[in-house]
Each structure stands twice: as structure tokens, then as C-alpha cells.
């Protein structure tokens, strides 16, 4: 459980809160718009009207106490790049913020964000992957060239154990873990029998797993 501060309430941010919220955080929104702090109450463990540009505002809710802060203020970049540079001058631990460009990505940077989001870009990036493969039920990047992957037992390989076919050495992936129906096995032995009612949770480049699945 972490406590998390997230700043701007827009769609992206009232998402983000109620999701952290829902996992069990204790998340505080804030937004210089009194409307969307009110509806946003009843769904997060505190809110706070204010303007987050504002070095007194952030220091009144003492930003070095939150495990997380995101600047998810979308629709003024001059906005987001004063909140984080104050937020990270403040103590804040780890600040994430939202860019909708490469430019301003490299601004948030230099400004104290410890990382940066390309909500959209990387939305449409995972809906891509998704529906371009044939047989693919999930899909979690790791980084710019390897991902987890969710996907079905191969054709013929039921019956067959792990061992027999070498699916290290043969196609470049790890099988992290099996799943059938809500039962899940991770880290498999070599000796694990394939069976065709399977999903396998793979481990791979993502320039091995069109030639894996095709």
C-alpha cells in the first residue's frame, strides 16, 4: 500500500485515482477545479482544491510524504512542468508526469520528473500489439524490446513436456508461468506436460514472438 498524490482530473487522472484507490493506495487528488474535486471525493482517501504551480500550495501538504506523485495535468504543458519542478524541489520521493511529445518529455526530465507517460502512445501502442497477432490474450512491456506475453499452448505441443521442446534454446522465450481456467502455475519445471486447454505467460524479445505465434 502506498500513498500516492496525483495532480489534475482530467479523464487520464480520475482513472489513475480510482484505480490506485481500488488496489488499496491511499491517494489524495488535487485540481484547481472545485467541480471535479467534488465528484472525485467520494472515490479517493482525501482531495485538495489548489493550484499545484504554486510553491505554498504543495508545501501546505507536505509532498515529501507521498510515496508517489503524478502530474497528470494534460491540457496546459506550462502547468505540468511548474508543478513537477516544484514538486521534486519540495522532497517530493518520485514524480511521475504526462507528455504528449518527445519535446516535452525532455522538458519534464530536466524539471525533476523521475519518469515520464505517454498515456496514448503507449495505450495505442499495447491495442496495436494486441490486435495485429492472431493468438494473443495479453501483453505487458517491460521494455523497448522485450514483453510479457499472454498466449495459447502451440499447435502439437500437447502432450509434450517443456524439456522436449527445448523452448529456450529453440524459439528464445521463457515460460514464466501456465495458466488453465483460474488455476495459475509459475516457473513450470522442464518436465511440465503442454496441455491444449493452457495459456502459456511468456517471456521473450518482441522480435521472437511473431515468428513464435505467426
Known amino acids: 500500500m502506498k500513498s500516492i498524490l496525483i495532480i489534475g482530473m482530467g479523464k487520464f487522472g480520475k482513472y489513475l485515482a480510482k484505480e490506485f484507490t481500488e488496489l488499496g493506495n491511499h491517494v489524495m487528488a488535487m485540481d484547481i477545479d472545485e467541480e471535479k474535486i467534488n465528484e472525485m471525493a467520494p472515490y479517493v482517501t482525501s482531495s485538495r482544491i489548489g493550484d499545484a504551480t504554486k510553491e505554498s500550495v504543495l508545501e501546505s501538504i507536505g509532498v515529501d510524504n507521498f510515496d508517489l506523485c503524478i502530474v497528470a495535468i494534460r491540457e496546459n504543458f506550462q502547468s505540468s512542468l511548474q508543478a513537477t519542478s516544484l514538486l521534486k524541489e519540495g522532497g517530493a520521493q518520485h514524480v511521475v508526469s ?48 522485450y514483453a510479457i506475453y499472454e498466449i495459447p499452448t502451440p499447435k502439437g505441443w500437447a502432450g509434450k513436456t517443456i524439456r522436449d521442446k527445448d523452448v529456450r534454446s529453440k524459439y528464445n522465450i521463457n515460460i514464466l508461468a501456465v495458466k488453465k481456467g483460474n488455476k495459475l502455475t509459475p516457473l513450470p519445471s522442464a518436465e511440465h506436460v503442454f496441455d491444449d486447454a493452457e495459456r502459456l505467460m511468456v517471456m521473450c524479445r518482441k522480435s521472437d514472438i511473431a515468428k513464435f505465434i505467426g
Open 98 to 145: 504526462c507528455a504528449s511529445t518527445e519535446i516535452q518529455e525532455k522538458f519534464l526530465l530536466r524539471n525533476g520528473a523521475d519518469e515520464v507517460l505517454f498515456a496514448e502512445k503507449q495505450v495505442a501502442e499495447s491495442t496495436a500489439v494486441l490486435y495485429s497477432a492472431n493468438n494473443m490474450f495479453d501483453y505487458i512491456e517491460l521494455t523497448p524490446d
